[in-house]
């Protein structure tokens, strides 16, 4: 069973950074891409980023290009985001998933169909 931990939500101002990590209990988390969805009420939930199980290719959603960053230490079975000039449109529930297909070589990491294991999701709240 898989299970995945998010933590490093809160509250912050606009123009503030805060870091996100997934944790996975498994080892075989290095072998999967780990993406980030966010999720507000009332909202379909949205791709924010994933990276490769490599770590040499990542994927980013237009709206938060240039101010978010996934990453990940395999070593630690973590993955990270790193979210800076955090906006109050960036208010929402983030959560991290697997996708499905170890060692997958393709490029569609944006589907949240596509993912079969989700954390619980950590709340990230932007105050004007």
């Known amino acids: 069973q898989v299970q995945l931990v998010e933590s490093g939500g809160g509250l912050v101002q606009a123009g503030d950074s805060l870091r996100l990590s997934c944790t996975a209990s498994?080892?075989?988390?290095?072998?999967?891409?780990i993406g980030w969805f966010r999720q507000t009420p009332g909202k379909e939930r949205e791709f924010v980023a994933a990276?490769?199980?490599?770590?040499?290719?990542?994927q980013y959603a237009d709206s938060i290009k240039d101010r978010f960053t996934i990453s990940r230490d395999n070593a630690e079975n973590t993955v990270y985001l790193q979210m800076n000039s955090l906006k109050p449109e960036d208010t929402a529930v983030y959560y991290c998933?697997?996708?499905?297909?170890?060692?997958?070589?393709?490029?569609?990491?944006?589907?949240?169909?596509?993912?079969?294991?989700w954390g619980q999701g950590t709340q990230v709240t932007v105050s004007a």
């Open positions: 990276i490769k199980w490599s770590g040499r290719r990542s």
């Open positions: 998933a697997r996708r499905m297909t170890a060692y997958y070589s393709g490029t569609s990491y944006g589907l949240s169909s596509d993912y079969d294991y």
């Open positions: 498994v080892r075989t988390f290095t072998t999967y891409v």
